[in-house]
């Protein structure tokens, strides 16, 4: 494979892995909003716990992505 080919395999993988962490960012802000409308104090809690878990993946996916971090073993 020519080096071209490799790094335009990179920016695609790169452009997923950024698409991917903006859907979980907007997934979770989905939500977030949902969770203040919710009128059940439950219902509520369970959102914001969702939405919190998927803003820390988001995040983690994003280091992983940037090479800031290594997933645990």
Same mark, same amino acid.
Do not use: C, F, K, N
């Given at each position: 494979?020519?080096? /071209?080919? !490799? !790094?335009? /395999?990179a920016? !695609?993988?790169?452009? =997923?892995?950024?698409r991917?962490?903006?859907q &979980? #960012? +907007?997934?979770?802000?989905? &939500?977030?909003?949902? =969770?203040?409308?919710?009128?059940?104090?439950? +219902? #509520?809690?369970? &959102?914001?716990?969702?939405?919190?878990?998927?803003?820390?993946?988001?995040? /983690?996916?994003?280091?992983?992505?940037?090479?800031?971090?290594?997933?645990? /073993?």
């Amino acid at each position: 494979m020519t080096e /071209q080919g !490799t !790094t335009q /395999q990179a920016m !695609t993988g790169q452009e =997923a892995a950024h698409r991917h962490v903006e859907q &979980l #960012r +907007e997934q979770a802000h989905r &939500l977030a909003d949902d =969770a203040a409308h919710a009128a059940d104090a439950a +219902e #509520r809690g369970r &959102l914001e716990e969702r939405a919190r878990q998927l803003e820390s993946d988001s995040d /983690q996916e994003s280091m992983m992505a940037a090479g800031d971090i290594y997933p645990a /073993q």
